[in-house]
């Protein structure tokens, strides 16, 4: 037995119960209708013409009936007789290579026969000008030499800084569109100025690139889409100003502050661009971002299958297993944060052999003194925080929460032979 074992061997893991996070559910059903609808404003209308090559960015990020938001759009111009098709816009994710941009959308189920249009997916940018800072301002080649370009993608607030526009369609064109290159030179005076430098990025873009408008949704606490928006290109950035702080307002959050373990069973790409939402976790990489949460130690226990090894903000975890270590490819790791010049969250945290000593691990450093008001919380992963599990130190105060339904049922620990959890991800 390892010195490692002979210290925690004997810490105890505390009971956990069944809690159910309630929010604001409304949701759109027929997104078909909105987005056909909105196609109908005539500033919408008229910037499509018969015959033209419209490029169509998607992104990387797991975004509800993403499917569906594109091949409504590639329907929607091809019943005016323009000819779309998909351009990856996810700076360096996928590798930084034009294949693994394909194989990203390809994950989200976006494939030529899906959304009923080529995807050309190409790592080449062109240049359109200078930042008066000096940066220079790249966009996709492929996209550039479209006669429009539409852009879709989620308004949420960003994981590493805080502003009055954070992710969605202007930080898609300064970074999604911009690839490799493009992110690169966004990134590279750090996050301290990345509110302004997106902005004025998507602003020459818009100016000198042949941008029709940006399709943009707000997402429920559930994750569902509650609102869909088509704005026109000179609209993009002071409509989404607005639609920021919808999307503030509908983001989930853990109803339980402080905490003193944390507990998130995956990580991945697919649940956050840092691995888990700095806006759930109240951890960030960065000192630019307006945080809520707070708390003593947080452990990861793995890596979803579908990052195929990215573990970008890793290091924001005090606490992991060998598990998640094993699986991290280094290379698309290390890519998103070189690209990003952000390379704290790239440490790997205290590594404990299996799921049962990275528990007892958080429990020994959490610096509570009485195990019986521990303040623990459980999550599958931090985009779903509706069904979670709490310690019995919470559970007077979820019973006052009328925003909380709690059973008295006790959720066991239930390891397998090698230490590890048997319900890692599917006990929500």
């Not at 009923?116 to 996209?143: F, H, R, Y």
């Not at 950035?237 to 989930?252: N, T």
Request: aromatic letters at 4%; proline letters at 4%; a negative charge.
């Amino acid at each position: 037995m390892s010195i490692v074992d002979d210290l925690l061997q004997d810490m105890p893991l505390p009971k956990m119960y069944r809690a159910r996070q309630i929010f604001n559910n409304t949701a759109i059903d027929d997104i078909h209708a909105v987005i056909v609808q909105q196609f109908r404003q005539p500033a919408i209308e008229n910037s499509i013409k018969a015959g033209q090559r419209v490029a169509i960015a998607v992104g990387s990020r797991g975004m509800n009936r993403l499917v569906e938001l594109v091949a409504t759009t590639v329907s929607e111009l091809k019943q005016r007789g323009a000819e779309p098709f998909v351009v990856p816009a996810m700076g360096s994710h996928g590798g930084a290579t034009a294949e693994g941009q394909r194989h990203v959308l390809e994950e989200l189920g976006v494939t030529e026969a899906s959304v009923g249009c080529p995807i050309v997916s190409s790592m080449e940018t062109v240049e359109l000008g200078k930042m008066d800072n000096g940066l220079p301002v790249l966009i996709d080649k492929q996209a550039m030499q479209a006669d429009g370009i539409i852009i879709i993608n989620r308004i949420k607030p960003h994981t590493s800084f805080s502003g009055p526009l954070e992710s969605g369609l202007v930080k898609m064109l300064s970074i999604g569109l911009g690839k490799q290159q493009g992110a690169d030179s966004c990134h590279a005076m750090g996050f301290g100025h990345m509110a302004v430098n997106i902005v004025e990025m998507a602003k020459i873009k818009i100016t000198k690139a042949p941008i029709l408008f940006g399709l943009a949704t707000i997402e429920n606490a559930y994750d569902k889409i509650a609102k869909i928006r088509l704005i026109p290109a000179e609209d993009i950035v002071e409509e989404e100003r607005q639609l920021l702080i919808e999307a503030k307002a509908s983001m989930p959050r853990i109803l339980f502050n402080p905490l003193d373990i944390l507990v998130v069973d995956e990580m991945g790409k697919q649940f956050s661009g840092t691995g888990t939402d700095p806006n759930i976790t109240g951890r960030a990489a960065t000192p630019y971002l307006d945080l809520k949460q707070q708390i003593t130690k947080m452990a990861v226990l793995d890596l979803s299958a579908t990052s195929h090894g990215n573990a970008t903000g890793v290091g924001l975890a005090d606490i992991c297993t060998k598990r998640l270590v094993d699986k991290i490819d280094f290379d698309a790791t290390y890519a998103n944060h070189i690209t990003s010049t952000v390379l704290t969250h790239g440490k790997i945290p205290v590594t404990m052999k299996n799921d049962l000593r990275t528990l007892q691990l958080a429990m020994k450093t959490s610096n509570c003194l009485d195990f019986s008001t521990l303040r623990a919380v459980r999550l599958p992963n931090t985009l779903q925080v509706e069904n979670i599990l709490i310690s019995e130190g919470l559970l007077e105060e979820a019973k006052g929460n009328p925003n909380i339904e709690v059973t008295d049922i006790v959720h066991k620990w239930n390891f397998d032979e090698e230490g590890n959890l048997t319900d890692i991800g599917s006990w929500s």
